[in-house]
Antibody, heavy 122, light 107 residues
Framework: EVQLLESGGGLVKPGGSLRLSCAAS????????INWVRQAPGKGLEWVSS????????YYADSVKGRFSISRDNSVNTVSLQMNSLRAEDTAVYYC???????????????WGQGTLVTVSS | DIQMTQSPSSLSASVGDRVTITCRAS??????LNWYQQKPGKAPKVLIY???SFHSGVPSRFSGSGSGTDFTLTISSLQPEDFATYYC?????????FGQGTKLEIK
């Protein structure tokens, strides 16, 4: 059974840092790009970052570029999102997800974690 | 960046109605368009991927069509459990972008 499990969310002050993790199981982890998607309270979904299966290429939304850093360790099937210089507008539920894209699109392969809440407030 | 314009932003309908939600991309995204359903406090759940491919386990009343820039999600006969918020996602190029969402409410 495919599972994605996020952890690391919590309350942090503006300007602070937090590291989110996404632990994956049930599939060949290194073969898939992993994405982070967030949802601010009462708002829509926003793509945040992606990392290719081999970890060589990383991509970021303009809203987080220069502050967030994505990485992965394929030996332990984990993706991390290091979030620095956090702002109130980064408050959201953060999901890790794998879905059909131009890199890889396997039938019926679309999975999301349950999400982890990040609250940036003084 | 590719902009996704989703309409309508909200929709009031009755059980048994046929409803259509559309997404328009600002440039061609081939068929790299997924449709998601989200209920409060839950992660998004895929309905359709690659424009028109059914995801396993999704009821057959959900269907998707389109390619290039114009895409449609159709629910052929609304059921009570379908009242939720729906999003499209283009995964053709980064940054991946979502539509603004369509909140489907009971009339």
């Amino acid at each position: 059974e495919v599972q994605l499990l996020e952890s690391g969310g919590g309350l942090v002050k503006p300007g602070g840092s937090l590291r989110l993790s996404c632990a994956a199981s049930g599939f060949t982890f290194s073969s898939y790009d992993i994405n982070w998607v967030r949802q601010a309270p009462g708002k829509g979904l926003e793509w945040v970052s992606s990392i290719t299966g081999n970890g060589i290429r990383t991509y970021y939304a303009d809203s987080v570029k220069g502050r967030f850093s994505i990485s992965r360790d394929n030996s332990v099937n984990t993706v991390s999102l290091q979030m620095n210089s956090l702002r109130a507008e980064d408050t959201a539920v953060y999901y890790c997800a794998v879905y059909c894209s131009t890199t890889r699109c396997y039938p019926n392969f679309d999975y999301w974690g349950q999400g982890t809440l990040v609250t940036v407030s003084s | 960046d590719i902009q996704m314009t989703q309409s309508p932003s909200s929709l009031s309908a009755s059980v048994g109605d046929r409803v259509t939600i559309t997404c328009r991309a600002s440039q061609s995204i081939s068929s790299y368009l997924n449709w998601y359903q989200q209920k409060p406090g839950k992660a998004p759940k895929v309905l359709i991927y690659a424009g028109s491919s059914f995801h396993s386990g999704v009821p057959s009343r959900f269907s998707g069509s389109g390619s290039g820039t114009d895409f449609t999600l159709t629910i052929s006969s609304l059921q009570p459990e379908d009242f939720a918020t729906y999003y499209c996602l283009q995964s053709y190029s980064v940054p991946h972008t979502f539509g603004q969402g369509t909140k489907l409410e009971i009339k």
